[in-house]
């Protein structure tokens, strides 16, 4: 069937937030408030109108897991198809797989019993909010092997630097991936390929001994391969450093980055947590400021993002900061350019600066 | 499939002196406390208690209701064998007609209760705002080895004229209910919260059902003849905050008492939770040019202008260089830029073009502000 089916690869993700993927993958790093970084590429999958999501996850997956749950939070609880979170489990005594190719041979299932024709696969580290709808009516009308979603940059930034560069030709068709740093045209790491092509190539990988499916069987048999590309030109950025974190975190609280990520789209979904709404007490101060729901402000804060249940108290002050759930900042602390993971509590009177370029970040559930 | 106690939850109201606010809503499904619904607090109230056997009785515009508890996922009452049960009026073979009362409401589905053979029947209505344990009530009435336990609260002398008020001996045995007293003897006033042995209630709701001249309600006709019959009833005391959300101005007080710090309704109380459908609006967003103070605000909402003393819902605009102050906005509300409003009650997906003045100080009562109103502005 003309329909795609979705998965997510997190094999060859690194753990790149230092202290926040001490004990979770980046995956499920908290961004913008209320969301972990899978939210905007799972809701995306689901906004395309894709019915059945696999994760291939090989470690730290437990807050993943704990995130995601069923899928029903993302209509994928479902009795045909749904969510699978597919950890290493490993059983085949001949298996000569390697790296992610491990994950495509042990799960063929997956493919195998799907109707899709086409698997839309994708990292977790390109953020934006929208349907592939068009890209995936690109990739049937051309016919193509593969379609890869492209973004165009204007400035170089550090984050950009690992991402695969595009040479495009008539109609989107892809000419050459290289690593031009001066070539503004960014593969996303999303891309729609044919199911057949995806098993044919994956066989071939396997034979070969080769170990990352994107790099030896899409890449490296181009030639071969009827590729196209699509550009998305809405809002978008990409997460893969402690520094990239922290300074689009704070970049949301641009009024129109704001509006482009949360409303120029359908609403980006997430964990539902039933918290209550924000109570600002009589001494709260608050500018230019996220909140998640659950969150009591009786201090000043500035130019932060707080997610779901800070408390900030009386006389404290919390600037240019990221504050992850339920943290507990006491009466006449001073914060600044700092990043705190969940559950940390500060007690009263300290004072902790970092620098935008390095912020100053807390591991989970440490008391300071 | 035996439950020990199966809660009956009275939602089918009008609420008709919430006017505006119940035209096309019944009362427990009206916005409240920025996120919930009124019957969020019973249907939390019957979770936390571990009751999971709940028929909800709905009778007056009740589709928003049925779409809010839907399979009652939120409140855990998504259940295999029991979990929330819609109870509407319906015909069958021998005709049908609209629940005449609390009691007829009960009656006509007493083989929804018979299903659970259970030993105990929670009696309570979604109009109310408070947090209890119900469980402890039953506990309650199974220590008096009563009847029937009516829940009760101490009210101020001077108001006690307006409720239903319990005489009762020392060890709170009830022998008079005096609805609406001039001269009141007691200031315990019912809650409308009722424990009975199913049993015994069975047969009083037959009896009931087959007098002409009852009203068919329980405080009226029900309690009076199990008195009458000289049955065990007991009050059961209530300490803690609980509201009657039955006039605007009650409506908006009890809004505003989410504000106070002191009550013993807490939304961040964690071992008590009040839940109700989340939506997956992005954070809230509070910027440069705003100033919120003494409030509280749910998600979607995006403030540029000063908010104080007031409960925002979800997807709030306040535009900038306006003033929100004493005010209720349900979801979806817009405020555009240079508005003064003050104790209002601003109904959903209202725009308020800028420059607008809203005034309720000089009314009675906050004033209630639909689209209609709007339109008539311009």
């Known amino acids: 069937m003309n329909t795609m089916m979705g998965l997510i690869n997190l094999e060859h993700e690194h753990d790149f937030l230092e202290e926040l993927t001490y004990f979770r993958c980046g995956a499920a790093a ?53 969510l699978f979170i597919l950890p290493p489990d490993w059983n085949d005594p001949t298996d ?18 799907s109707k899709a ?33 492209t973004v165009e940059v204007d400035e170089q930034l550090p984050e950009h630097m690992s991402q695969l560069r595009v040479e495009k030709g008539e ?39 080769k170990d990352h499916f994107f790099f030896h069987g899409v890449k490296e048999n181009m030639d071969d391969l009827h590729m196209t590309s699509w550009n998305y030109d809405g809002f978008s950025l990409f997460v893969n450093s402690v520094e990239s974190f922290y300074r689009h975190n704070i970049n949301l609280l641009d009024p129109d980055a704001y509006q482009r990520l949360f409303f120029d789209n359908e609403y980006v979904r997430t964990k539902i947590s039933n918290e209550p709404p924000v109570k600002y007490r009589t001494t709260a101060d608050v ?60 007690s009263g009177g300290q004072t902790f600066i970092g620098s935008s370029e390095k912020p100053f970040v807390v591991a989970k559930r440490k008391t300071i | 499939m035996k439950k020990r106690c199966v809660g009956m939850l009275l939602a089918g109201g009008e609420g008709k002196r919430l006017g505006l606010l119940t035209k096309n809503l019944a009362k427990p499904a009206v916005p409240f406390g920025g996120k919930y619904r009124i019957i969020d607090f019973t249907l939390s109230n019957c979770s936390n208690s571990g009751i999971y056997t709940v028929g909800v009785l709905t009778q007056y515009s009740p589709l928003e ?3 809010h508890i839907g399979i009652g996922k939120p409140w855990d009452l998504d259940r295999q064998s029991d979990g929330v049960t819609i109870l509407s009026p319906y015909t069958a073979k021998e005709g049908g007609s609209w629940y005449q009362g609390t009691a007829d409401a009960i009656y006509r589905n007493i083989h929804y209760i018979d299903q659970y053979d259970p030993e105990y029947v929670l009696v309570i209505s979604g109009d109310h705002i408070y947090q209890m344990d119900y469980d402890a009530m039953i506990r309650h009435h199974e220590e008096k080895a009563s009847d029937a336990t009516i829940s009760v609260i101490e009210v101020p002398w001077e108001e006690a004229p307006r409720f239903g008020i319990l005489n009762t001996k020392d060890n709170l045995e009830i022998y008079e209910f005096d609805e609406k007293p001039a001269e009141p003897k007691s200031n315990l006033a019912s809650m409308g919260i009722y424990v009975f042995n199913w049993r015994t209630l069975r047969e009083y709701l037959l009896e009931d059902a087959a007098k002409s001249d009852s009203d068919h309600d329980f405080g009226k006709d029900v309690i009076p003849a199990m ?6 009833l007991y009050a059961y005391r209530y300490e803690g905050y609980w509201k009657d959300v039955g006039t605007i101005q009650s409506y908006w007080e009890a809004n505003m008492d989410l504000l106070e710090e002191d009550l013993s309704v807490s939304l961040n109380n964690k071992s008590w939770r009040t839940y109700s459908q989340d939506t997956n609006f992005p954070p809230q967003f509070i910027d440069s040019a705003a100033e919120v103070e003494n409030s509280l605000i749910n998600s979607g909402s995006w403030i540029s202008g000063t908010v104080k003393n007031s409960i925002l819902f979800e997807c709030i605009h306040v535009g900038r260089s306006s003033h929100v102050n004493e005010s209720i906005l349900h979801p979806h509300v817009k405020v555009g830029s240079g508005c003064e409003i003050t104790r209002a009650i601003i109904m959903e997906n209202v725009v308020i073009p800028d420059g607008t003045v809203i005034d309720g100080t000089t009314e009675p009562e906050p004033v209630v502000i ?9």
């Not at chain 1, 894709?50 to 749950?69: P, Q």
């Not at chain 1, 900061?321 to 940390?344: A, F, P, Y």
């Not at chain 2, 008195?227 to 065990?232: F, G, T, V």
């Open chain 1, 96 to 113: 000569i797989s390697r790296g992610d190719l491990r994950h495509f041979h042990n799960n063929r299932d997956y493919f195998h019993r």
């Open chain 2, 370 to 378: 639909d689209s209609a109103y709007i339109a008539q502005l311009t």
């Open chain 1, 30 to 82: 908290p961004f913008a408030g209320r969301y972990r970084l899978i939210d905007f590429t799972l809701s995306n999958m689901v906004k395309s109108g894709i019915e059945e999501v696999a994760v291939f996850t090989n470690h730290k997956y437990r807050s993943l897991m704990d995130h995601v749950g069923t899928g029903a939070d993302w209509e994928l609880a479902r009795r045909h198809g749904g």
């Open chain 1, 117 to 149: 024709d086409h698997v839309l696969i994708s990292g977790s580290q390109f953020i934006a909010n929208t349907s592939l709808d068009e890209a995936f009516s690109h990739h049937l009308h051309t016919d193509a092997d593969v379609t890869l979603i």
């Open chain 1, 287 to 346: 500018k230019d400021t996220l909140l998640a729901n659950g969150c009591v402000i009786d201090g000043s804060v500035e130019n932060s993002v707080l997610f779901r249940g800070v408390k900030v108290k009386k006389g404290a002050v919390v600037k240019n900061s990221i504050i992850m759930q339920r943290c507990t900042i006491e009466d006449g602390v001073h914060l600044e350019n700092v990043v705190l993971d969940k559950d940390v509590s500060i």
């Open chain 2, 65 to 67: 209701l049925n779409k």
């Open chain 1, 171 to 209: 109609d989107g068709k892809v000419l050459a991936l290289t690593n031009d740093q001066t070539n503004g045209t960014l593969f996303t790491n999303v891309y729609i390929i044919k199911k057949e092509v995806l098993l044919r190539l994956v066989d071939q990988c396997i034979a070969f001994h």
């Open chain 2, 227 to 232: 008195l009458n019959d000289e049955k065990r």
